[in-house]
């Protein structure tokens, strides 16, 4: 083998040695607040199971059957991906989802939730006495309502005389952003906790352990590629968005330019927590942009 075939092979080396490191550095930093790591969690009925449990405060809770990412296409309108639908075995149904930002978790979209679930529940010609009793479930990193609870209940009223309106519909809002010493902070604190030796929950630690071992069989870890390449698109898309978005502040055409180009370099070598970090530091930023000579 010639010298330059031996160096071509040494740097090919390296290179997939760095790649592998990337990735599981990325596999690492993912927490339950990631919604397509959540959904690869969830897969594991058991999981969806257990949150549900400590959410409803009902240990006897069991859930029948689930879809994690369930299309409910509208013809006439705008349809929704849900992350993961569920019955339980008295019937009702859930649906939970991940909202990192406020807007993404308004009372609009979970009144747009309730009623997509309704028209997809109901066939042609039953009596809407028929529809079981729902539950939209936003779980999200901040405290969107500002008044410092775990969780927030959102039923019908009516006014007048003060009493429920009993339409079966409920909307429920996790906080997971105030972690108290309770069932529910537990459970908070487990949703933002990167290594799964430190969760309280054993269930939701054990499928986490799982997901991000070495020890996946070859279907798990084509599931966790796939999450992967998830995550570059959706950073992609977003490092786009973000260097555009700073790039007209400051009203620089190349300022968009770097910021995508940025953007596309960290989302292609799965550097996902640089994405994040720099959104919100721009110290951190130039020293990317300098990285990589931008």
Same mark, same amino acid.
């Given at each position: ?210 997901? *991000?071992? #070495?020890?996946? +069989?070859? @279907? ?5 590629? =796939?999450? %992967? /390449? ?38 292609? *070598?799965? #550097?996902?927590? +640089?994405? @994040? ?5 721009? =110290?951190? %930023? /130039? ?8």
């Amino acid at each position: 083998m010639t010298q330059s075939a031996k160096n071509s092979n040494f740097h090919h080396t390296v290179k997939k040695d760095m790649e592998d490191l990337e990735k599981r550095k990325t596999i690492e930093s993912f927490t339950l607040m990631d919604d397509i790591f959540m959904r690869l969690v969830f897969e594991e009925k058991s999981c969806t199971e257990y949150v549900l449990q400590v959410l409803m405060n009902k240990k006897s809770l069991k859930v029948k059957k689930q879809y994690v990412q369930k299309d409910l296409p509208n013809l006439y309108g705008h349809s929704l991906l849900l992350d993961c639908f569920c019955e339980d075995d008295q019937g009702n149904l859930y649906n939970i989802e991940i909202q990192n930002t406020s807007p993404d978790a308004g009372p609009k979209r979970a009144r747009y939730h309730a009623a997509l679930l309704d028209i997809h529940y109901l066939g042609k010609g039953e009596d809407f006495t028929h529809l079981p009793e729902s539950y939209i479930i936003f779980i999200t990193d901040k405290d969107i309502f500002k008044a410092k609870k775990q969780l927030y209940h959102i039923e019908r009223k009516i006014e007048e005389i003060g009493a429920d309106f009993q339409d079966g519909s409920h909307i429920l809002y996790f906080n997971t952003d105030c972690k108290q010493d309770n069932a529910l902070g537990n459970l908070a604190k487990d949703f933002h906790r990167e290594n799964p030796e430190e969760m309280q929950s054993k269930i939701l630690s054990k499928r986490v352990a799982l997901l *991000k071992s #070495r020890r996946l +069989d070859k @279907k798990g870890e084509q599931k966790m590629n =796939l999450v %992967l /390449e998830q995550y570059r698109q959706k950073a992609f898309r977003e490092g786009i968005e973000e260097g555009m978005e700073k790039g007209m502040e400051k009203g620089v055409e190349s300022g968009k330019q770097r910021m995508a180009l940025l953007m596309g370099i960290l989302a292609e *070598k799965g #550097r996902v927590e +640089d994405i @994040k970090k720099a959104a919100g530091d721009k =110290l951190y %930023l /130039e020293s990317l942009l300098s990285e990589f000579g931008l």
